[in-house]
């Protein structure tokens, strides 16, 4: 295929200073932070539905953006004119990572092995193309939300026959995710919830739910999968209340039914902000419970109830995120730019200018978030807000050698504790804001 983008030539890192729209002036792919390159701090993904596929409509209006790439859409060529498409952008941006739903790659046919028969044939074609390149596959998945049939979820559902469907679609998503490379394997459970609790059985859905994902768990090292598999956490949208509300909901359920060995979560910005919590917040939980594995860097807008996936460019949040990140000791997975352009910005061009907003504000985090922890003022303000601890008191009661009759004896000969120390948010905060933007 003759190149397709021939107006975009091969993004450089230029420097904070350049005017260049179309060069990176935050993300320099060999500056070393912490000892480590910038690119294997962000190990970043195309997201094969929103980039290739997502062509602007929304409920109130159709296509603004041309995805054809110059072929009739529902063909096979179309298929692999976007396989083509997708490896050129990855190139021209030094992308090396790139996710993907089963029917994002091939259109569903009527017959599930006519679909795999599509599958086996894009798969070749991918492989192909991954040749003579260090692009590779971060995670797959298979879409069980957009097919009617899945109107009440997959594993949730209340049909057996879809059950197994859903199930065949597993099994080849991991086949080709496997064929492919993947370092994971991604189940976000779009409609694994529900509307009514008149007409549902809770328990039921999610003992089903657990098992589906142990079989994909057998099968998946059966074939030699070593990667992780993830949970992606979203508290509504389709469903009203989805199991996978957020992270402590997720790590509840995969501890409950004895997942958690083999899965971690991929946390999601707009779906954090979504189940009322900051991103910062689902990954330290998933972080301390030991379950940070990939991110899908998106935000949200806040004016929106709903889930916008937009490019992010709120430094604070990429700061924060790569503060959590850096203190889990990286991601198994990696960073996922689930995002999509706004539908008044339609053209190539403005698909390579998301990415680099995405890819720069998170190059830009990583080096606030680094110099956060060099210089040490959060945790050192951390480590003396809980000093007390380090009393005798304090260390009987972490080390779970004090009783409580011994605790009340030394509360009643204090007589009443003083007040604790202060919070000081606001110091952290102006803290911060001199860490961002201190240079003036």
Known sequence: MSELFQ?????KYEGANSKNPLAFHYYDAEKIVLGKTMKEHLPFAMAWWHNLCAAGTDMFGRDTADKSFGLEKGSMEHAKAKVDAGFEFMEKLGIKYFCFHDVDLVPEACDIKETNSRLDEISDYILEKMKGTDIKCLWGTANMF???????GAGSTNSA????????????????????GGRGYVFWGGREGYETLLNTDVKFEQENIANLMKMAVEYGRSIGFKGDFYIEPKPKEPMKHQYD?????????LRQYGLDKDFKLNIEANHATLAGHSFQHELRISSINGMLGSVDANQGDMLLGWDTDEFPFDVYDTTMCMYEVLKNGGLTGGFNFDAKNRRPSYTYEDMFYGFILGMDSFALGLIKAAKLIEEGTLDNFIKERYKS???????????????????????????APAMPGSGRQEYLQAALNQNLFGEV
């Open 245 to 253: 509300f957020d992270a402590a909901t997720a790590i509840g359920f």
């Open 7 to 11: 107006n975009i030539p091969k993004i």
């Open 389 to 415: 601890f380090e009393s005798e008191i304090g260390k009987k009661i972490r080390s779970k050698s004090a009783s409580l009759q011994e605790l009340a004896a030394y509360a009643e000969e204090m007589g």
């Open 146 to 152: 957009s097919n009617p049939r899945f109107v009440n």
């Open 161 to 180: 026959d879809v059950y197994c469907f859903a199930a065949a679609q597993i099994k080849k998503a991991l086949d080709i995710t496997v064929k492919l």
